[in-house]
């Protein structure tokens, strides 16, 4: 990697990271986040020890890509969200619209209000891909 | 009455297991392809996220449900979920690759218990314009694992040349549903000729 492309690849990293940290911060209910690449790189993440940020990123990029084509092949129009309702908690799945398509996933608990995660992620997403836009095109 | 097979395409990102399914599929794919963050080559730039989905009808109205598989060991949890159920796989080796024996025997690790059933095929991709390791030395390389497969070179844009490989696939299910004298043979070989 040449140091132009490393020098992006790490301020989007940051950029990423900052992002992570805000919604963590401001939704305890949030207890993980991850933003990687849309074929499974991790790009910067917060989750407990116990868990592979490496290893959740590929599965998310999977999942995401599987419910595009289920969105395809149902005939609904582009996938915008994805929410896995599980016994203890919920997981949030979207993409991260920027000149490098970005994935975020959020982890919740089961305590969660729904609408309010949803929402706290979905702003992420939005501020996140101003940030990245902003930083690609230089401004 | 009619009878579906599920058959896993399988090797390292780029070999053509997509265009392996997508010239025998009787539509066009599903796939999950994204934008790949690693160079593959010019004229290729996304890569399998999750699975590829194809199906061919055989006469008689079975069934072949074809799936691929990503190719980077990342995404080996998609392996073992495809995997689930599967009679058979294709294994394709990319001989452009710098060490395609050490792939091989890999991927032949990774899918074993499929592979030990002898329930495997093997085609090397890309000979033409990469000799060498040829056959005999994925021959040796499967031998020495204690493994006996049916190992081909192949060129998967071809449509003939994909069916051969599932072809031998169902001979090779065949003879190992027979070894296992199992009280009936699954298949007849007859009805999985294809059209």
Redesign the interface.
Same mark, same amino acid.
């Given at each position: 990697m040449n140091s132009v492309v490393k020098y992006e690849a790490d301020t989007e990293k940051s950029i990423c990271a900052e992002h992570i940290e805000k919604l963590l911060k401001d939704s305890t209910d949030i207890y993980g986040a991850i933003v990687a %690449? =849309?074929?499974?790189?991790e790009i910067a993440s917060q989750v407990r020890d116990d868990m592979s940020s490496? !290893?959740l990123s *590929?599965?998310s %990029? %999977? $999942? $995401? *890509?599987?419910a =595009? *084509?289920v969105c395809s092949?149902g005939g609904v129009g582009e996938c915008r969200d994805m929410v896995i309702d599980a016994s203890e908690g919920r997981v949030f799945l979207m993409d991260i619209p920027s000149r !490098? !398509?970005l994935l975020l996933m959020v982890l919740c608990g089961n305590v969660a209000m729904l609408g309010k995660v949803f929402w706290s992620a979905r702003n992420a997403r939005e501020s996140m891909s101003k940030d990245l836009e902003a930083h690609h095109t230089g401004g | 009455m009619a009878k579906e097979y599920k058959l896993i395409f399988t090797g390292t990102m780029g070999v053509g297991k997509t265009t392996a399914i997508s010239v025998i599929s009787e539509f066009v794919p599903v796939r999950t392809e994204v934008a790949s963050s690693e160079k593959l080559s010019d004229d290729k730039t996304t890569t399998t996220a999750a699975m590829d989905y194809g199906e061919v009808m055989l006469p008689g109205g079975d069934v072949l449900r074809l799936y691929g598989t990503p190719g980077q060991s990342r995404f080996d949890f998609m392996w073992k979920i495809l995997s689930a159920g599967a009679l058979g796989v294709v294994l394709l080796v990319d001989n452009r690759r710098p060490d395609p024996v050490a792939d091989f025997r890999d991927y032949l690790q990774a899918f074993r218990d499929i592979v030990e059933g002898s329930k495997a095929v093997v085609g090397i991709c890309r000979q033409d314009s990469h000799p060498l390791p040829d056959v005999e030395a994925f021959c040796v390389a499967a031998d020495e694992m204690g493994l006996d497969v049916p190992i081909i070179a192949v060129d998967v844009r071809s449509r003939d040349d994909v069916l051969l490989l599932v072809d031998i696939l169902f001979h090779e299910i065949e003879a190992a549903e027979c070894d296992s004298s199992s009280e009936t043979v699954v298949m007849n070989t007859t009805s999985m000729r294809f059209a």
């Open positions: %690449s =849309v074929d499974g790189f490496r !290893k *590929a599965i %990029s %999977s $999942l $995401l *890509a599987l =595009v *084509a092949e !490098k !398509k | -």
